[in-house]
């Protein structure tokens, strides 16, 4: 029993290290926006934003592939993406890993 309540425990504390704010952007929004960065307007400041909140930390601390991974996904979650998939890659091989925007 004792063992149980470690493992959940153990889960429980996982699944808070690695929890990282949802991104609330339109994400076709953030994909027009960072395929003109650095010559972003200030209409971009939010998308922008939600982009690089989009982190994902674990137990030894930042983990910056999990992090350009979960923020492709964000991108690709625009309509538009499939047929911008060029933009996308160079995206997020740019900014993808990034704790904040340069």
């Known amino acids: 029993m004792k063992r149980l309540f470690i493992a959940i425990g153990a889960a429980m504390i996982g699944g808070a290290v690695s929890y990282s704010p949802a991104a609330h952007a339109e994400p076709c929004a953030a994909l027009l926006c960072m395929a003109g960065m650095p010559a972003t307007g200030a209409g971009c400041s939010g998308p922008v934003g939600e982009f690089f909140s989009i982190q994902v930390w674990g137990f ?31 995206i997020i091989g740019t900014y993808g890993t990034l704790l904040a925007a340069p």
């Open 60 to 90: 030894w601390g930042y983990e910056p592939g999990a992090t350009a991974a979960r923020r492709a996904a964000f991108l690709n979650s625009c309509s538009g993406a499939a047929a911008n998939e060029a933009v996308v890659q160079r």
